[in-house]
């Protein structure tokens, strides 16, 4: 009964700024790495960023700069901090919890980015 719940996702204009939020919760053993994937129309689903339990983190280059990923360890939540948007940042953002034995994925959140 582990639950993934993503929010934040919505419209900004270019060069805006938004915030995405992610809540686990349930049946879960400890976490281990917490990430953002994102996945254009047309597009395979691509890494963002991930942080560990211990707090290292890793972006991919297109991101670095412009997003921070950070969590809340003690209530199992993981949050994108997303600058400088472009329409290129369009896409469904999906959280991901590896948990220990598990791997876990939220249903996703649209972020739309327009000029």
């Known amino acids: 009964q582990v639950q993934v719940v993503e929010s934040g996702g919505g419209l900004v204009q270019d060069g805006g700024s938004l915030r995405l939020s992610c809540v686990a919760s349930g049946n879960l053993v400890s976490i281990q790495t917490m990430g953002w994937y994102r996945q254009a129309p047309g597009k395979q689903r691509e890494l963002v960023a991930t942080?560990?339990?211990?707090?290292?983190?890793h972006y991919v280059d297109s991101v670095k700069g412009r997003f921070t990923i950070s969590t809340n360890n003690a209530k199992n939540t993981v949050y994108l901090q997303m600058n400088r948007l472009n329409p290129e940042d369009t896409a469904v953002y999906y959280c991901?919890?590896?948990?220990?034995?598990?791997?876990?994925w939220g249903k996703g959140t649209l972020v739309t980015v327009f000029s």
């Open positions: 942080i560990t339990r211990g707090g290292s983190t």
């Open positions: 991901n919890v590896d948990a220990t034995l598990n791997n876990y």
